[in-house]
């Protein structure tokens, strides 16, 4: 079982806002977030907590090996079109082009855009909210 993992839904859980990350870690689920995704995470924790903290607590993220790093670089394609198609943030695109590599499910928070794309009954095979 595995799942593609936004950025959202990491920083939640390393900021304790959510637990949905370690909930599907302990069921067993490999979950992936796309090396793009990773300098996501990188730089919004770096802007909060300053570079050093941003630097050591993805590294403690990445030993733990919770996550499993996926190269973006056979992503960027469907990124794109996905990017072309809707109006939703790029790092969101490459979750969705993850998930759609590893036939399975991109787990996000709730957000505005991706919900408005849902309504119009785009995306539902592949978004999951926690």
Known sequence: MRLAVDTSVVLATLEGTADALLEYARAGWRLYITEYNLTEVTYVLCRRLGAEVAR?????LLN????RPYP????????????CKYAISLPDCYTIALARRLNTRALFLREKELEKVLRSGELADVVQFV
């Open 56 to 60: 050591a607590t993805v590294e403690r």
């Open 72 to 83: 973006a670089a056979g992503l960027h394609g469907e990124a794109a079109m996905c990017k």
């Open 64 to 67: 733990s090996r919770v996550l």
